[in-house]
């Protein structure tokens, strides 16, 4: 079975100059970011922090409060 894409080490992706082997670091983006599924908007804020971590795809956290709960 397939790893999962976020469980994925990506080596040829650079490793960042100033950080540790196993550096994580969360850092606020100036954009809007939208999740859609089926049409629909599941998350929309502009409030999302950046997870960097080295070797890996940056992943987006949403505030609770900018996520449709109501929908799972």
Request: aromatic share 10%; charged share 30%.
């Amino acid at each position: 079975m397939a790893k999962a894409l976020e469980d994925q080490v990506f080596p040829q992706l650079e490793e960042r100059p100033a950080a540790a082997k196993d550096d994580i670091r969360f850092e606020p983006t100036q954009r809007r970011v939208r999740v859609m599924f089926a049409g629909v908007a599941i998350a929309d804020s502009r409030k999302v922090m950046l997870m960097l971590e080295n070797r890996r795809l940056a992943v987006y956290y949403f505030p609770v409060t900018d996520v449709r709960t109501d929908l799972f």
